[in-house]
């Protein structure tokens, strides 16, 4: 007796074939669009990383402590790294995780750089003022001290000149 007759193999081949195939070329499907995901995820850290390093730039020029801001990114830095080495060796879940990991970090060096620019520009107007303040204070108590001195000057030498008494010079010319 025989169970299986061969057009029957034949249907079960055919449904397997049509089965690997398919489920191929959804997996190929699959990472094509798992590595364009991971492709923009890491375009958009390099883009995040770069307007972080600007920000940081304007935080600097308004002489702002950058130290910590600069050891952050270059923290974001070495994510975006291995989000590249990830990309390259197919771990494209990987690559997107390191990715938002970056701009996760350079978002909020973004936020400490604006308020340290801030914070930096406010001491910097306070530090016009005071050197302003300081400079009319200095320049008064200069003018007094120097009216103090003259008035002090002039009263030790209408003394002097009062306790002389004038010679008188006999017999000569």
Known sequence: MRYFSL???????????????????LLIEGCVAGAEEAALA??????????????????????????????RLNEAGELLALARVSYRVGDFDGAVLFAELCGEIVDGVKVDALWLRNLAVEEAGHRFWWAIVGSIVGVVVIVFLSFLSWFIFKGRYYRRVLEMRPEVVSGGS
Request: aromatic content about 12%.
């Open 7 to 25: 057009p029957a193999w034949r249907g079960f081949f055919v449904f397997a074939l049509l089965f690997v195939l398919a489920l191929s070329v």
């Open 42 to 71: 890491i375009e958009r850290a390099e883009g995040v990383v770069v307007s972080g390093y600007q920000i940081v730039l304007e935080a600097e020029q308004a002489r702002a402590n950058i130290s910590r801001l600069l050891a």
